[in-house]
């Protein structure tokens, strides 16, 4: 099992900064993959960014740019630094982890709010 706990949310005016950690404890498996995703209401959830243990990065098209994500191996730390925030990224913010390994399945934070007010 992996517990992931989630911190930063918030709310703050379009063109803001906001950074979102998650910490990771547990069954953690070196070569892996953490990220985040979001989902607003009524809409799916949606991949934001991940990074993998090599550090390979990956973002959606609406948020390069704006977004970067980070981690820290050593402590099984992942963060998303977000600027240039927009209404349209108001959601749930969920932090994300899979064991690089076939048929691992995904972990999950709790979520924390996002909201931008224009």
């Known amino acids: 099992q992996v517990q992931l706990v989630e911190s930063g949310g918030g709310l703050v005016p379009a063109g803001g900064s906001l950074r979102l950690s998650c910490a990771a404890a547990?069954?953690?498996?070196?070569?892996?993959?953490m990220g985040w995703y979001r989902q607003a209401p009524g809409k799916q959830r949606d991949m934001v960014a991940t990074?993998?243990?090599?550090?390979?990065?990956n973002y959606a098209d609406s948020v390069k740019g704006r977004f970067t994500i980070s981690r820290d191996n050593a402590k099984n730390t992942v963060n998303l630094q977000m600027s240039s925030l927009q209404p349209e990224d108001t959601a749930v913010y969920y932090c994300?982890?899979?064991?690089?390994?076939?048929?691992?399945?995904?972990?999950w934070g709790q979520g924390t709010q996002v909201t931008v007010s224009s």
């Open positions: 994300y982890y899979r064991r690089r390994v076939i048929g691992s399945s995904p972990y």
């Open positions: 547990g069954s953690i498996f070196g070569i892996n993959t």
């Open positions: 990074i993998t243990s090599s550090a390979t990065t």
